[in-house]
């Protein structure tokens, strides 16, 4: 099997999409709320277009991104430091509680976020009857876009 990806299709609005509208046809219950957990302004605007039945819920403001050239050892060990970052941590503490609590999710397992986020969900919900947890094709909660597992080598 080829485990390569193609970004445009997988990190696309209209893939993750197609994803929950699966989800809602396969699930006996009547779903109807998307948490957003990003800061992608392109993401977030394609989601302000759905209309069919969707209410998407999402942290707000931006979280601010340090870019790969202004990161150094310091850099990376200050925003436990710094008080005006404090809110962003918070913002990721948010998201991953909620996540865990999430019935389903779908996401990339390229992202440290989503990968912690799907750990704390299959232990949060222990009586699932998951078999294979990431699988793209049987009725589970936890979804990849792109791969099934995540090995950082």
């Known amino acids: 099997r080829d485990f390569a990806r193609n970004a445009h299709t997988t990190r696309n609005f209209s893939h993750y999409m197609d994803i929950a509208e699966t ?25 302000r277009k759905v209309n069919n039945g969707w209410k998407f819920v999402l942290l707000n403001g931006p979280v601010p991104r340090i870019s790969l050239q202004e990161r150094t050892e310091d850099v990376e060990l200050e925003w436990f430091v710094d008080r005006a970052n404090q809110r962003d941590v918070g913002g990721i503490v948010a998201d991953l509680e909620l996540l865990r609590r999430a019935d389903y999710l779908v996401g990339s397992f ?19 009857d998951d078999d294979d947890v990431v699988t793209k ?9 792109d791969i099934e597992w995540y090995e950082d080598p």
């Open 23 to 47: 989800i809602r046809k396969r699930s006996h219950e009547k779903i109807s709320t998307i948490y957003l957990a990003t800061d992608n302004e392109e993401m977030i605007a394609a989601s």
């Open 137 to 145: 094709t049987n009725n589970n909660h936890i979804y990849a876009v």
């Open 110 to 128: 390229q992202s440290n976020v989503y990968r912690m986020a799907a750990e704390l969900n299959s232990a949060y919900h222990p009586d699932r």
